[in-house]
């Protein structure tokens, strides 16, 4: 007969195989707070920032919050979720100083409040916390980011435990043009781009993977040479404007945007908006080397941001639909607001005139608010949604 052991008698060795097999930093951060021998059995995060030439690479990163369960029944059989999806920018220059604060969820743009209107303070041990998405961006020398010249930045290993010099960064710059950084070197090198511009970049299963314009995809090797992985999305040239690639359940997604036609990349006028129309989305059938369309996302949402796209699953939420993607226009004349297409009915509209769909980002929950907030823009500086 087995016998079970109180998890407070367990030897500290075994403690420290278990925490470093933690791969967020808001899991490490919970373990090490529920007492003092778990906190002495590993080591915090380190807070190194990563700096390229004149660059600092800084980050933020996307979580779910919501309320934990208040019996072992709740945990079982949850009647009804509610969350709430934020992204904390950890936003700091070149010489280390900076401050935490809370971002649109799609763009770099912060949330600004009205005096007293939002806790100063929110404990992650409050809540069940989990991390959706890291992203990453390029500080200049004046802490200014440059989301054009540096659209989309990868770093891996993406682990809180990965050492230095075990770290590589690829980008995606100006004119869809790839380059690439290991430790040892001093600044960003150019990249062979053969099928230049790139529209997107990402990592799937600890490796780097960049889509062109006609939908191929490529694996990009510790070399960093490129290595086609996929057939193109648009054999015959007819696809859209924009290509997005997305991860979602352990598939690689393309998502296809389509343009309006006073908006198309060639006619674009400097400033303009461009106009999102419509969204085709693909996955990638690995088994057979080809693209299935998929015309029902589920219960799936999808994120196309300005320096990231992720995937949520809203199954259990009461009032958030799945079935859509959420976005901004990719020139952010208009303030980076968010967007919603939805799949079933192929319609765009913005996302604060449909609060089903806004539920999940704004406005925050009672419980992180106890006074609440209203679906209008009063409680902010500047409307965001």
Not at 17 to 28: A, E
Request: with cysteine; proline share 7%.
């Amino acid at each position: 007969m087995e016998r079970s052991v109180p998890w407070s008698e367990l030897p500290m060795e075994l403690w420290s195989m278990i925490g470093k097999k933690l791969d967020t930093r808001v899991d490490i951060d919970q373990f090490r707070s529920v007492c003092s021998p778990w906190r002495s059995s590993v080591p915090p995060v380190s807070e190194s920032k990563l700096r390229i030439g004149g660059t600092l690479i800084n980050q933020c990163t996307v979580y779910l919050l919501e309320l934990p369960p208040t019996s072992p029944k709740d945990s079982q059989c949850p009647p009804s979720r509610e969350g709430w999806l934020i992204k904390i920018t950890e936003d700091k220059d070149l010489s280390g100083r900076g401050r935490v604060q809370l971002s649109n969820l799609l763009s770099s743009r912060p949330i600004l409040f009205k005096g007293g209107t939002f806790p100063e303070v929110l404990c992650t041990m409050d809540y069940r916390v989990t991390e959706i998405f890291v992203e990453r961006y390029l500080i200049g020398e004046k802490g200014a980011c440059y989301p054009g010249a540096a659209r989309k930045v990868i770093m891996l290993p993406d682990s809180p435990w990965a050492a230095l010099e075990e770290t590589s960064v690829v980008g995606i710059f100006g004119r869809g043009r790839l380059k690439c950084w290991k430790h040892g070197d001093e600044d960003w090198n150019a990249m062979d781009n053969p099928n230049s511009p790139y529209d997107d970049l990402i990592a799937y299963k600890g490796q780097f993977y960049v889509v062109d314009r006609f939908g191929t995809v490529s694996w990009i090797n510790p070399s960093f040479k490129m290595v086609q992985f996929s057939p193109p999305v648009c054999g015959n040239g007819n696809g859209g404007d924009w290509k997005h690639l997305v991860e979602s359940g352990g598939d690689l997604y393309v998502v296809d945007r389509y343009c309006n036609e006073f908006s198309t990349f060639g006619r674009i006028r400097a400033g303009a908006v461009r106009e999102a129309a419509g969204f085709k989305v693909y996955r990638l059938n690995q088994e057979w080397g080809k693209w299935d369309e998929i015309r029902n996302l589920g219960d799936v949402a999808l994120f196309l941001g300005d320096h990231s796209c992720f995937s949520v699953s809203v199954k259990g939420f009461g009032g958030c639909k799945g079935n859509c993607i959420y976005f901004t226009e990719i020139n952010a004349t208009r303030g980076g607001k968010v967007q919603v297409f939805n799949m079933e009915d192929g319609s765009i509209k913005r996302a604060s005139y449909s609060p089903d769909h806004l539920r999940i980002l704004w406005p925050p929950p009672a419980w992180i608010t106890p006074n609440g907030f209203d679906l209008s823009p009063s409680s902010l500086e500047e409307p965001l949604f």
